[in-house]
């Protein structure tokens, strides 16, 4: 439903752009910037969300994308903040925007979307470290 809206509003923004230079072709500026705002949110806002592949979790959010390998994550018991420790074991937090329940959305995600999305990213997490036991397992056989 989210992107849905998403795509609607970057849609009526579009349009609200032509319309403001229908009426005056000197709002040009004002125009443009509608547009740039609609193609923001259906380049970025759309397709935001976490992608869970076989080693990695991708944070694609409405300015970055973040790609944090399943090793380095530390915890998501404090989702939508994602804790991880970089390559040289300094510790990071990655806030998922997309998940974050702001007062002027009208599609915000519930607690039980982001309780979902947690349990999710737990399950992936958890099948990572099964697979490094089986393997660590497999070698000292």
């Known amino acids: 439903m989210t992107r849905v809206t998403l795509g609607a509003g970057a849609a009526v923004l579009t349009v609200l752009a032509v319309v403001v230079l229908v009426e005056d072709v ?11 705002v609609a193609a923001l949110i259906a380049v970025r806002g759309v397709p935001a969300g976490i992608d869970l592949h076989e080693d990695e979790l991708v944070l694609r959010d409405y300015l970055l994308t973040t790609r944090i390998r399943r090793v380095q994550v530390v915890s998501v018991e404090r989702f939508p903040a994602i804790d991880w420790r970089s390559v040289g074991g300094v510790p990071r937090e990655t806030l998922m925007w997309a998940f974050v329940r702001r007062a002027a959305m009208i ?3 519930t607690d039980s979307d982001r309780a979902h999305a947690r349990s ?7 099948d990572g470290e099964e697979r490094q036991h089986r393997s660590s397992d497999e070698a000292t056989s």
């Open 107 to 109: 599609t915000a995600p």
């Open 26 to 36: 000197r709002d040009w500026l004002f125009a443009l910037l509608l547009v740039g």
């Open 120 to 126: 999710i990213i737990e399950d992936w997490l958890h």
